[in-house]
């Protein structure tokens, strides 16, 4: 997993079940509320803009009945 932070000018790298993140170059850590807030913040705008790209590549995606299915 490669998640850029904007707000903390870093990227997430990998996570754990418990909390702690590992951001590039530095050990793994339980991040404080700011930096939780800016991860969920980021990881909230990869998903909108990746299902932008899905409804882009696929506009049937969309419809309601089949949410969880890439058709190809």
Same mark, same amino acid.
């Given at each position: 997993? +490669?998640?850029? =932070? ?11 079940? /418990?909390?702690?993140?590992? $951001? !590039? ?10 930096? +939780?807030?800016? =991860? ?11 299902? /932008?790209?899905?409804?882009? $590549? !696929? ?14």
């Amino acid at each position: 997993m +490669r998640l850029y =932070i904007e707000t903390m000018d870093t990227v997430l790298v990998d996570y754990e079940p /418990d909390g702690r993140v590992k $951001l !590039d170059g530095e050990d793994w850590s339980t991040p404080t509320l700011q930096e +939780r807030r800016a =991860i969920l913040h980021a990881a909230q705008l990869e998903i909108n803009g990746l299902q /932008d790209l899905v409804l882009a $590549l !696929d506009p049937d995606a969309g419809d309601e009945s089949d949410t969880h299915t890439i058709k190809t």
